[in-house]
C-alpha cells in the first residue's frame, strides 16, 4: 500500500484579484442582499 500524497499550502505570488471567484457585480449584489442581509437580522445595526 502506498503512502498518502502530502499536499503542501503555497502562497500565490500576488493577490487573487476580482476575477479569481468568476463572479459579476450584479452577482455579488443578489449575494450580499439576498444571503447575508437576512441572516444579519432586523436587529443588526448597520
Not at 502530502?6 to 443578489?30: D, K, M, N, S
Not at 441572516?39 to 448597520?46: C, K, L, Y
Amino acid at each position: 500500500m502506498r503512502e498518502p500524497v502530502r499536499r503542501v499550502a503555497r502562497p500565490i505570488p500576488e493577490a487573487p484579484g476580482v476575477a479569481y471567484h468568476r463572479l459579476t457585480a450584479e452577482e455579488h449584489q443578489w449575494v450580499f442582499d439576498e444571503l447575508i442581509v437576512p441572516e444579519r437580522g432586523p436587529n443588526h445595526s448597520s
